[in-house]
Each structure stands twice: as C-alpha cells, then as structure tokens.
C-alpha cells in the first residue's frame, strides 16, 4: 500500500529538529532517542513509526486529501541509513572520538534536512540506485 509523500517529509522536519538539538547539546540520550525512531521506522515502515504515528493521528486530519504517493520501501530503507549513521554517532559520543559523532550526526541531519525542506530523499534515491543495480 502506497503512503502518502507528506508523512515522511514531516518525519524528516522533526528529524532535523531533533538532530539539530543533538549537535547543539551533545546529547547523546536523544541520539539513541531518533536511533529507536530510526530502528521503528526500518523494521516497521515509516507508517507505523512514532513520527509516521504521528503525521497520521495528528497531522495528516489537518490537510487536505494526498495528492501524491510513494511507494513505502524506499522510506523505510532510508530509514535504516539514518539508523547506521545514528549508532556510528553514539558510538562517538559514547566512547570516541567525539568528532566522529558529531560527523555522523551532521551527516543524518543533511539528509534530513533535503527531505524536509526540498523533498529530496537521498536513502531514498540510495534504494532506487540499488535496485537498479542489482537488476
């Protein structure tokens, strides 16, 4: 079942917000915080994930009817990238070196940030391009 293309737009504005906070603060416990979200989002689809959850219950009733419709699993693998570059981000907050975390951090945050403001998926385009690839 396809989903509605504004869901995971606004799955990636809190994202950023969320990312934006980790750089400024350093936290790590809300790293692992978007980790688990991330980890939702890849195992259960991006429907079901607590910012998908969100988007449905809260947002989504405040809208108008989709005009657009993606296919979920490019989203969904999306959301495992963020989720590698979430754990290569606690591991360097948690046991070093900090810049690496930091790295990490900011690395999730672009590609937040592109689909929050500009629509453009990059884990998105990742899965397209592998799939391609493997025929």
């Given at each position: ?50 910012y998908g959850l969100l ?29 590698v570059f979430a754990l ?5 907050y948690g046991a070093g ?39």
């Amino acid at each position: 079942m396809d989903i509605d293309t504004r869901g995971p737009r606004f799955g990636a504005a809190v994202t950023t917000a969320v990312l934006a906070a980790v750089l400024v603060t350093g936290s790590s416990r809300l790293l692992a915080a978007q980790a688990l979200v991330f980890a939702a989002g890849a195992a259960l689809g991006v429907r079901r994930s607590p910012y998908g959850l969100l988007f449905r219950f809260l947002v989504r009733p405040r809208l108008g009817p989709p005009k657009e419709f993606e296919h979920p699993a490019p989203p969904r693998f999306a959301q495992g990238v963020g989720l590698v570059f979430a754990l290569v981000g606690l591991v360097g907050y948690g046991a070093g070196p900090v810049w690496l975390g930091m790295a990490a951090t900011a690395c999730a945050l672009a590609a937040a940030f592109l689909n929050a403001v500009f629509g453009y998926c990059l884990g998105c385009e990742m899965y397209l391009t592998l799939r391609r690839a493997t025929g």
